[in-house]
């Protein structure tokens, strides 16, 4: 966990587990939350589908990103 001097709190997670976990702890909740499709512990459609049911979608941006040629359909 790091901050920026003009920026709200900023958290890094290496796997969905750890995100989630980072989550809770979080007040107020993440504005913008960057995903990557190749999680150790999943995918990160299925924890952008988690994220959803967590936070309303109108307080958090979610993006996912990937390297590989194929993604799911969310």
């Known amino acids: 966990l790091?901050?920026?001097s003009d920026c709200p709190p900023t958290a890094w997670a290496r796997s969905?587990?750890?995100?989630?976990?980072?989550l809770e702890t979080l007040?107020?909740?993440?504005?913008?939350?960057?995903v990557?499709?190749?999680l150790p512990d999943g995918h990160g459609l299925?924890?952008?589908?988690?994220?959803?049911?967590?936070l309303p979608e109108e307080k958090c941006e979610i993006y996912l990103f990937s390297a590989?040629?194929?993604t799911p359909q969310a």
């Not at 924890?47 to 967590?54: E, G, K, M, P, S």
């Open 36 to 38: 990557d499709g190749r």
């Open 46 to 54: 299925e924890l952008i589908r988690t994220l959803r049911q967590r």
């Open 16 to 22: 969905a587990r750890e995100g989630l976990q980072i």
């Open 2 to 4: 790091f901050e920026l």
């Open 68 to 70: 590989d040629n194929y």
């Open 27 to 34: 007040d107020p909740p993440p504005t913008l939350v960057l």
